[in-house]
């Protein structure tokens, strides 16, 4: 690895993958690398189920940047974790924390460095976080993803790095990381357009922390988007034909997209229109993001990770410029950070589980008990977007579930955020009205089968009367009866 590691100090810090794992005891909290499933660390979490597997009594805290699909499989299939902070995505992960077997810390991705500064996720005894390599000079040159590492790696008393040889070259360069000092020595963030470069493109590490560094050769696990088909394409259409009444002169504010399907059709129609000057501003990019950014019809985009799929690193390998010219992977206290969304005033794409006739979003829990995924970033990027726009399809399980009901069983975006509703059915325009003109709207605009149901229950409501109409015996009937007959229609 010794053209990864060019500090002759550092290199003296090689070891193999148990002898720096053996640093990891029972009962530590141990933060890992990564972000939106890219960028994490590999080879020291397998090392560790390896050693519950043979029968060593081991578990940790488990604090990361945000969600790392792969690795929380890993861990919680191992049975390590008793706790984790602050975001998940795998469905083993959210089995053991809706058991009671991991106690979950969920919280927006904007407040995590602060949290970790300030120690309110306690002691972090280890970090382990990946790299592409380690310059002269000591310094962490990151590879799929910035996120949280910066903020981690400062924060731990002990800190193991991997050198992940499957992660191409190509990304060294890319980032672009500025971290903010607290209040009251905080000044603005002198990021005013998406493309702008405002840091460096590695971060510093105090060297007394590196204990060990040691090598990985695998590559992130990744799923590409499965193919859109049927109710996604109508979402997708009725949002393209909102955007172009919206912005008549074929000129988009920057956009925030997710992942997925319904994101990747959405990217993807972007390109084949004539929208001109695309940016995107978000917390993690994908294949069709990176597709359209390499034919050359992006401007400028702005990301803490990059799906890493075979087709994304081909198309870094073989990278012309476009993706050099354009792509900024950034840290997460500016991907998230408040000031800077609500300074360029992108058009916010959330998604979620379900939500309410007055645009309360549910993102996260079913049933408002069982935890699907975490927060994440999208309460904050929607409060403080330009144009925060949800996109829902109408129904679920063959239409058995209604996504539009009276209240949201948890929530975690207000109404006062959400700006326009989309689903399959139609758009709901919800600037400057009421609650009541509100809950019109969305009735009548995007329900589907469960329209005259939902119009039942909103003229009772009101009959009743209040500013934010609700009859509170029976707000939770829709979801007490699909529990009991398996469908929420009456």
């Known amino acids: 690895m010794e053209n990864r590691i060019l500090n002759a100090e550092l290199r003296k810090k090689t070891a193999s993958v148990a002898e720096a794992a053996a640093c990891i005891q029972n009962g530590m909290t141990v933060a890992f690398g990564g972000y939106t499933s890219s960028g994490y660390p590999k080879v020291i979490a397998e090392e560790l189920a390896r050693r519950k597997a043979a029968g060593e009594e081991l578990f940790i805290n488990v604090v990361s940047g945000a969600n790392n699909g792969p690795l929380d499989t890993l861990l919680a299939k191992a049975d390590i974790v008793c706790r984790r902070a602050p975001m998940i995505e795998s469905r083993d ?14 919280q927006q991705m904007s407040k995590v460095p602060r949290l970790l500064r300030t120690g309110f996720f306690g002691k972090i005894d280890v970090a382990v976080v990946e790299a592409l390599g380690i310059d002269e000079k000591g310094n962490i040159i990151p590879t799929s993803s910035v996120g949280m590492v910066p903020n981690l790696v400062a924060a731990a008393e002990t800190v193991i790095v991997e050198i992940n040889t499957a992660q191409p070259e190509a990304l060294a360069g890319l980032h672009d990381i500025y971290l903010p000092a607290d209040y009251p020595a905080g ?25 060990f560094i040691v090598q990985s050769d ?9 193919p859109a088909k049927g109710v996604i394409e109508k979402i997708s259409a009725n ?4 955007l172009e009444k919206e912005y008549p002169d074929r000129r988009l504010p920057p956009l925030q997209t997710g992942f997925g399907s319904l994101s990747a059709e959405i990217v993807k129609a972007i390109g084949n229109s004539g929208y001109t000057g695309i940016e995107f501003f978000c917390g993690g990019l994908q294949e069709a993001n990176i597709e359209l950014i390499a034919q050359g019809k992006v401007r400028a985009a702005s990301t803490g990770s990059v799906q890493m799929t075979p087709r994304v690193m081909e198309l870094l390998n073989s ?25 360029l005033a992108p058009i916010t794409l959330t998604i979620g589980i379900e939500m309410d006739m007055y645009g309360n979003v549910n993102s996260s829990h079913i049933a408002g008990v069982n935890v699907v995924n975490g927060l994440g970033g999208g309460a904050n990027f929607a409060e403080n977007a330009g144009l925060s726009i949800m996109l829902i399809q109408s129904e679920n399980k063959d239409g058995a579930v209604s996504t539009i009901v009276p209240m949201v069983s948890h929530q975690d975006i207000c109404e006062h955020d959400i700006d326009v509703v989309i689903t ?15 809950a019109k709207a969305i009735i009548e605009n995007c329900a589907g089968r469960y329209q005259e149901q939902l119009r039942d229950y909103f003229d009772r409501a009101c009959k009743k009367g209040g500013h934010h109409p609700q009859l509170l015996d029976e707000a939770f009937s829709w979801h007490l009866r699909l529990k009991e007959k398996g469908t929420m229609l009456f």
């Not at 695998?218 to 499965?226: F, I, L, N």
């Not at 990278?319 to 300074?343: C, H």
């Open 93 to 106: 992960m959210a089995a053991k924390i809706n058991s009671g077997a991991v106690q979950y810390v969920e």
């Open 424 to 438: 399959e059915n139609g758009v709901a325009e919800l600037r400057g009205k009421s609650d009541v003109e509100r």
């Open 319 to 343: 990278d012309t410029g476009a993706i050099r010219q354009t792509l900024v992977i950034r840290n997460g206290e500016i991907t998230n950070s408040a000031e800077v969304v609500s300074r």
């Open 218 to 226: 695998k590559p992130d696990e990744t799923v590409p988007a499965a």
């Open 239 to 242: 949002l393209f034909e909102f």
């Open 187 to 211: 000044k603005p963030i002198p990021l005013s357009s998406v493309g702008q470069r405002i840091g460096r493109n590695v971060f510093s590490v105090d060297s007394r922390k590196i204990r």
